[in-house]
């Protein structure tokens, strides 16, 4: 059997597989309200029913300031619960487990209307505007801002939840001092980070496991490194994220060059450092390759993006591939070779 094809099984959450729909941006909102539609019921529920052991919804914002654009998707109201109820229902029916990454973009708000903040008024490039700081009230309202997205979130019936803690979002923000030059108790970089894992817990169930995705290095010496990030993984471990999602950079505007896998030896490094599970992302969609991270224990789980978008049944290709009896569902039976049904 293809390890990759193993379950997996972290708390209350259980997986058919190791193949996770990564978190992605459809900016698709059409109302600007948040709440998830039409499209985001076909676009979720499809890679269900392509095979995926989890479907991530992709960035959720817990404040409307807190969005890239106005078409993002959002969990700052009760009125936001429903759709997502409504998708994880079907996903769920096509034997998939639900989550939610749960975010706020911080000083990367870029529509016109939408007003960007962050731990100091520096902004991400010149291309982007000057964010307002946050006073020490603010940030401690911005805390109790995730606490709230995550009780709905839980409210919504997700099986997990990933606190977005890359890409140069709003926590990352605070990790890094190419962003956050703070004097106050907040200048700390794992300080905002560890009260929004400890705010989001208490809304949580004890046995649902909360996932981190961070970025592994800020590819410059300007801002940190893998070492650093070992270091602060472990004081959020500490203070309640049970598996880490490792990506890289975001918070500067450096291009990176990827290549297939450039990205696992962060979560190998992250996982032998905390001994937590983690979930490795990154140019992965070559079905062996995803196979032999997960076969030679370089992480436990493997997210697919931009592969999953090419083909919504990835997951599913991927098993055909490497030989496995296949997920799809039972009315597509006909479509599997004879010596494997
Ligand atoms: C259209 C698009 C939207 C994305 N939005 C998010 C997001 O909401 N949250 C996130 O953590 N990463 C986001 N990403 C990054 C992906 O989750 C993933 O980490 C990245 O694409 C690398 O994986 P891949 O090579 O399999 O595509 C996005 C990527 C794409 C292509």
Redesign the pocket.
């Known amino acids: 059997m293809a390890k990759l094809f193993e379950p997996f099984q972290l708390k209350s959450l259980s997986l058919r597989n190791r193949v996770v729909m ?6 698709s909102v059409w109302a600007e309200d948040g709440r998830l539609n039409d499209f985001h019921v076909t676009h979720l529920v499809s890679r269900a029913v392509g095979g995926a052991g989890l479907v991530m919804v ?2 959720t914002d817990v404040d409307p300031d807190g969005r890239i654009t106005v078409r993002d998707s959002g969990i700052w109201d009760d009125r936001h619960q429903g759709a997502l109820a409504a998708i994880g229902e079907q996903v769920h029916h096509y034997g998939a487990a639900f989550g939610v ?1 749960i ?1 706020h973009a911080g000083r990367k708000a870029q529509s016109e209307s939408l007003s960007p903040v962050g731990p100091s008024a520096i902004p991400f490039s010149d291309r982007y505007r000057v964010p307002h700081a946050l006073t020490t009230d603010e940030v401690r309202q911005m805390v109790d801002r995730f606490r709230a997205g995550a009780a709905r979130a839980v409210a919504a019936g997700v099986d997990v939840i ?1 606190l ?1 803690g ?2 140069g ?1 709003l926590v990352h923000q605070f990790m890094s001092r190419v962003s956050n030059q703070r004097d106050d108790v907040y200048g700390e970089p794992t300080q905002f980070g560890r009260e929004v894992i400890g705010a989001m817990r208490s809304a949580m169930p004890v046995g649902m496991p909360l996932f981190m ?1 961070v970025s592994g290095t800020e590819h410059s010496p300007l801002g940190y490194g893998l070492d650093d990030l070992v270091t602060m993984a472990r004081v959020f471990q500490a203070a309640g994220v049970d598996l880490f ?1 490792v ?1 890289s950079g975001g918070n500067l505007p450096v291009s990176v060059a ?1 290549f297939p896998g450039y ?1 696992v030896p962060y979560a190998e490094a992250v996982g032998r450092s905390t001994r937590a599970p983690v979930m490795a ?5 070559d079905y062996a390759l995803a196979e032999s991270v997960v076969a030679e224990g370089r992480a436990n789980l493997v ?7 090419r083909d919504p049944y990835w997951a599913n290709s991927a098993a055909l591939a490497l030989g496995e009896h296949t997920l799809l569902p039972a009315q597509y039976h006909r479509a599997i070779p004879m010596d494997r049904r």
């Open positions: 990564s978190p992605m941006c459809m900016y992709e960035m990454q975010a990933e977005h890359a890409h979002y995705r999602d990506s990827e990205q992302v990154g140019c992965l969609d997210a697919i993006g931009r592969g999953m978008l």
